[in-house]
């Protein structure tokens, strides 16, 4: 086994882009995404404003909108060209003030301010809706509080009729809402899978493009894969490792578990995604055929994770696709270790959704001896009865 770990790394070390891939491209992509999110939470978001009123109060409501520091208010004379400005990107929602507002809010209509916002932004979307609909409605009730009060009704009672209901929303895990929190954990679990992905296949692959079957099956298959695995899984741990130590030590992200349940966790969706990968391999045969296979099926991590929008919501072919991603059964304990300091037993009954895994063992051991005899007849050599 030394001499197989050692033909391992003689080949990882004259191979530049696996190697790459194993040491400075993790880090250029993990601090990439790192700065890319650092400011914590979205800023100045550009808003079209349309004031169709030109009013005291419109001013007022403009003003309580510029004050909230996650709106960039931008002005409009006409509501066609802050449509076109949604749609080319350059504002992300847009508020339209009607006319005669002011008029209506004095004489006891109730005027419709119009609140738009690009859905296809999700993130930023729910956050311009519920910061614009915040900024409003406080310009607005101190409004009606002069109103209430001019009619006579005393402060105490026009601040009950004003707040009938007051609700307080508290994040128990997130308390400040930063993103750094809710995103980057995922994104960054995406990116790593995606990488180990591409690490073990261009080691699969590589034995194809230097025509080194034959002598990986003279050394016996089963060998030479233990090989790969022992030389290739630390060093993707590794990287995980690194990814853990920079969002919960360096940037003191909260963890309410240990690192040794993500770390066994983390080797556990490894195993899975080498047995993905091997069976691509042996079911293809082709190193631009298995990586743009494997790219494909493992390029959507992120969404499935359940993180940005509710799994059970998604069709039923994607639910299926979303069981074959590793990162998928990894993410549930992720949160349990982060948020809530689960128990071993809770991981223990957590990595049992990887049993269905197993399964791809006896076909990736039925593909292996189909290649291995395939090779063997090109040859011209007697296929070999030994097990791969």
């Known amino acids: 086994m030394k001499q197989l770990i050692k033909r391992e790394l003689i080949a990882l070390w004259h191979d530049p882009w696996q190697l790459a891939l194993v040491s400075y491209i993790p880090l250029v992509g993990i601090f990439g995404l790192w700065w890319l999110f650092s400011a914590g939470l979205p800023r100045q978001l550009p808003v079209a404003i349309v004031d169709q009123d030109q009013s005291q109060i419109s001013r007022m409501l403009v003003r309580q909108l510029q004050a909230n520091s996650v709106i960039s208010p931008i002005h409009y004379q006409d509501i ?3 449509k076109d400005s949604m749609e ?6 847009l508020v339209v003030l009607p006319f005669q507002l002011n008029r209506d809010l004095l004489t006891g209509h109730q005027p419709t301010i119009d609140i738009r916002y690009n859905s296809q932004y999700l993130l930023v979307g729910k956050l311009l809706s519920s910061q614009i609909q915040l900024s409003l409605a406080d310009g607005l009730r101190h409004k009606a509080l002069l109103k209430q009060l ?9 601040e009950v009729n004003l707040n009938l209901v007051k609700t307080q ?4 895990y997130n308390a400040n809402s930063n993103y750094v929190v809710f995103l980057l954990p995922p994104i960054l679990l995406a990116l790593g899978q995606l990488l180990a992905m591409l690490v073990f296949a261009n080691s699969l692959n590589r034995e194809l493009r230097l025509n080194t079957l034959q002598e990986w099956f003279s050394l016996g298959t089963r060998r030479v894969l233990w090989a790969k695995i022992l030389v290739y899984t630390p060093l993707i741990v590794l990287q995980g ?6 969002l919960y030590q360096y940037l003191g992200l909260p963890l309410a578990g240990t690192f040794g349940q993500l770390l066994l966790a983390q080797i556990v969706m490894l195993l899975a995604v080498w047995l993905l990968v091997l069976t691509i391999f042996f079911l293809l045969q082709d190193p631009a055929r298995v990586i743009s296979f494997c790219t494909a099926l493992f390029a959507p991590a992120f969404p499935f994770m359940g993180i940005t929008f509710p799994t059970q919501e998604m069709p039923q072919l994607a639910q299926w696709w979303r069981v074959l991603m590793p990162s998928s059964h990894y993410i549930d304990t992720h949160v349990g270790v982060v948020s809530y300091g689960q128990g071993f037993a809770v991981f223990a009954q957590q990595v049992t959704s990887y049993a269905g895994f197993l399964v791809l063992i006896p076909v990736i051991v039925l593909l292996a001896r189909r290649v291995k005899q395939a090779n063997m007849s090109q040859a011209g050599g007697q296929p070999s009865t030994e097990a791969p």
């Open 80 to 82: 066609n060209q802050a």
């Open 169 to 172: 929303v508290s994040a128990l």
């Open 88 to 93: 080319r990107a350059k504002t992300y929602a």
């Open 241 to 246: 490792r690194l990814i853990l130590t920079l």
């Open 150 to 158: 001019a009619a006579g009704v005393p402060m105490a009672q026009a």
